[in-house]
Each structure stands twice: as C-alpha cells, then as structure tokens.
C-alpha cells in the first residue's frame, strides 16, 4: 500500500547543506554550473538586502531588488480569477462533481499564499508548489529555485530528477532528508534518505527514518504510477537566462539588472553623505560654549549643541562662524534617476514603476505607452504561473485518488488574468460591450471574462438570466387588466 509522501510543511533552510555535500551522498552530478550557483547566492543576497558591495563599502540601499519582485508579484497576481468545476453536461451547465469540489477549496490555501511566495519565487528565477496529503486535506510545500538541487531536465526542460532539502533539529541534533523525486516513464519514483548531525555545516551521518518521529512513517523509497508528469508544479520567471545561457533554470527578475542596481546604491549612498556633510553648524571656539555635567561627573555638550555647533580652536579673535555649504543635490538625483531609467528598462518594468511616471511621459497616450513594457512582462509571467498551478492542480487530483480524500470524477479548470496594467476594468467592460452591440462578442465570452467563469458557468449563468427575465415579463402582463373589445 502506497505510503504517505509529506506529513508536514517543510522548513527549508538555504544552502544549509553544501552542493557538494549531497552530490557525495548521493553520488551524482548536478548540471548547475558554478556560474549559476553563485548568481543564485548573490540573488538570495540582493532579495534579503544584503548585497555583497553593501557590507564592503558601508554603502546604502535602495533595496530596488526586493521591490522589484515585489511589484512584479502584484500585477501577476493583481484580480487573478480561476474556478474548478465539474464536466459541463450535454446542455451546458456545469456538471455537479464532489472532486472538483474537493480541488476547488483545498487549492484556496495554495492561492491564499500564492503573491507572497511568487514574490520570492521571482527573486529565485522560479518556485516549485508540491501539493501533499495529511489529514484528509491537501497542503502546500513552497521552495524557490535556491534551496532545490536539480539533477536532471527531460527535453522540454522540465524537472525530472530534483532533490528536496529538509531540516528538524531535536537538541543539538540536526536532521536533513533528502526528498528526491525521479521521473521514469509515466511514473515518479520518491525516495527518502535522512542524516544526522551536529554542525549546521555538515550533513552527517546517515540513519534511519525512524529515528525522527515526524518521518518515522516514511517509507525509503515508493513509487507512484500514471501520474503524467512529476507530482509538483514549477514556475519559472519568463525571461531568458543570461548567466548560464544552455541551463534551463530560470533567472531572477532583476537579474540582467544587478549593476545597475548597483550603481543605484552607490549614487543613492553619494545623494546621503551630500545631505549628512552640508548640514548648517556653526564653528566657535572652545570657550564661548557652556559645557554641562554628565553622570559620571566629565563635562559634556547637550545633543542639540552637539549636533549644530562644533567646539573648534579658531585661532582668531572671532567667536563663531556659520558653515553652510551649497548642497548639490540636483546632479545627484538627475544621476540616480537616470540610473533608475535603467533599472526599470533592464528588469522589463514601465518607466515610472519606480520613477516618476510624470516626469517621463505628459499625457495619458504616453503614459499608456510605456505601460505595454510591463504589460508584456506581466503577461508572459502570468502565462508561466498559470501551466505551474495546473500542473499543481493535477497533482492534487492524483493524490486526490491515492488516498480516497474525494470522490474520482473529472472536472475543469480556468484561469481569468486582469489586464488592467494597460486599461481600467470599467475601460475594458465598455470596449467589450461595444464589441457584443456590433455584434463581434458574446454575452458568454463577457461573462468567462468578467466573472472568470467556464463555457459552461457562463451559459448556465445567462440562461438562468433569462429565465428570470422572462418570468418578470410575464408577471408584469399578468398586471396589466385585460380588455374585450
């Protein structure tokens, strides 16, 4: 009998075990390069802001990394609408199926979490979403491309051999399974493998899944059968990869960016000590101020006279003088606005996501312009999450089966992504009802646009409307007296 997989939501602690730890423990070869295992460290670094040149020069951020992924996860996810429903029937209407309903409100948990994490998951060029039974429900295990180990890709550059990193500490002792899900015909094999040991910087020992109560159930190695893929979904950001152009991982949102973000910190961290080093003090001699007594009985200046006037031996008869210099704060943002110009180009955002968008274009018609440029990123993005989540849906329909969590039955799935970036909702609703006047639309095609519905909701949701009309018809000419002529 077929084992449980998953009993808990996972704790994945990145780069907690080596790369090179688990090829000797498992002995295999990754195809990361090392190229692309350092740009993924270094985009942990920057999402995190803790860029390396942060710490080497003392400089200050504008933590444009995280708000770029930011951003980005907000228009992908901005009024995403989906439904999971039943074969729609001979006549139309949706078909009733306890399965789809089952999907349908276990994937809520997966959509409730979905913007925060796809956050991250573009920060790491990619995320994997592996759905797991326990307790009759379906969780969410979410690990971004940083913290996976990718053995091997099929010929369409999907995942068919990854491991999964775990961790549970009990005292001193830290636990790491090792998860790995292997692609072999229809079916995917998952084995388990735990080690044992006391420094975070070392994998251990191995020993057995008993050991660890929360794996005790585990079985080493199972195999599931017809599941048509591997039993996860996986998203990756949609744009090319320019660090390892023959790998098939994905690259993070601002990965063509990063010196450029770099410069943004530098000027920034400039357009800072401008400010800190023209602040209005005053220089007078040592014995016009009025010290006062501290705690421990030495002589201090009060913080405010600490901060605008400055003890200094002049060496002249006069008392004071104002040091005021012109600060040059002009060049200095016209600099790091150009520099952010190129940040936005770079990570495929409109001008004025991060500038100002005023002061790039004076209408609305350029404004809508340079609005396709997101547009477009946003779209592909939302092309990549929505084959992730199907994918996630599927495997949630196989354990659906493997475990009797719901009744078998088939069901539909649809996704509905806004495209408000470009126009308003109450823009596009008005261009489409002009398009149903003309002719050139439908009301059903409005509905599964508006509403998110599928062929067959939209149908049975017009024919109900129209039932309902004609009922009000006919109660308003019962009202109406009769006259014999």
């Known amino acids: 009998m077929f084992s449980k997989l998953l009993t808990l939501i996972r704790t994945v602690i990145h780069k907690l075990i080596p790369y090179k730890t688990i090829e000797s423990v498992e002995q295999i ?13 270094l985009w942990y670094d920057m999402y995190r802001n803790k860029s390396p040149w942060l710490a080497e020069s003392g400089m ?11 951003e980005i996860a907000r228009q992908v996810c901005l009024e995403m609408k989906w439904s999971i429903t039943g074969k729609a029937t001979k006549d139309g209407e949706p078909g009733k199926s306890p399965r789809a309903e089952y999907l349908a409100k276990e994937f809520e948990k997966c959509v409730a979490m ?9 920060a790491a060029g990619g995320m994997i979403i592996k759905p797991y039974p326990k307790n009759g429900h379906i969780y969410f295990d979410w690990t971004m491309d940083w913290s996976m180990y990718p053995i091997a890709f099929d ?51 191995e020993v057995s899944l008993s050991e660890v109560p929360i794996w005790a159930e585990l079985k080493p190695e199972a195999t599931v059968t017809a599941t048509d893929g591997q039993l996860f979904g996986w998203y990756r950001v949609a744009q090319a990869n320019n660090v390892d152009v023959d790998s098939p991982m994905g690259a993070s949102v601002f990965a063509k960016a990063c010196g450029a973000i770099h410069d943004a910190d530098e000027q920034y961290s400039r357009l800072m000590w401008e400010f800190k ?16 007594k501290g705690k421990d009985g030495k002589e201090e200046m009060p913080k405010l006279d600490q901060r605008l006037f400055r003890a200094v031996d002049r060496g002249t008869d006069d008392s004071y003088d104002v040091f005021s210099p012109t600060i040059r704060d002009a060049s ?23 500038t100002e968008a005023q002061s790039v274009a004076k209408t609305a018609t350029e404004l809508n312009i340079l609005k396709n440029r997101s547009y477009s990123t946003i779209a ?10 199907r994918d996630v849906i599927r495997a949630m329909d196989k354990y659906a089966t493997l475990y009797k969590l719901a009744p078998e039955g088939e069901y539909e799935v649809s996704f509905e992504w806004d495209d408000s970036i470009i126009n308003d909702t109450a823009t596009q609703l008005g261009e489409r009802l002009t398009l149903l006047n003309a002719g050139v639309s439908s009301r059903q095609e409005i509905r599964e646009w508006y509403y998110g519905e599928t062929p067959a909701q939209a149908k049975a949701a ?13 109660g308003m000419e019962a009202l109406i007296p009769k006259v014999t002529p």
Do not use: W
């Open 60 to 70: 200050k951020s504008l933590e444009l990394a995280p708000f770029v992924c930011s």
């Open 29 to 41: 070869e990754s195809p990361l390069s090392s190229e692309m295992a350092t740009a993924l460290d």
């Open 114 to 122: 979905l913007r925060e994490k796809l956050e991250q998951g573009c």
């Open 277 to 292: 080093g023209s602040e209005l003090a005053i220089d007078v001699d040592p014995t016009v101020l009025r010290p006062k």
């Open 462 to 474: 017009i024919l109900a409307a129209d039932k309902e009309k004609l009922d009000q018809m006919a």
């Open 380 to 389: 592909d993005n939302q092309q990549k999450l929505e084959t992730c989540l």
């Open 155 to 205: 010929d369409d550059g999907m995942l068919s051999d990854v491991i999964f990193r775990d961790t549970y500490t009990i005292g001193r002792n830290i636990f790491s399974r090792l998860e790995r899900h292997t692609v072999e015909g229809s079916n995917v094999k998952i084995s388990h493998r735990v080690f044992k040991s006391g420094n975070r910087d070392s994998i251990g020992t």
């Open 332 to 354: 200095l943002i016209n600099g790091l606005v150009q520099i952010l110009y190129r940040v936005e180009d770079l990570c495929g955002l409109a001008r004025g996501t991060i």
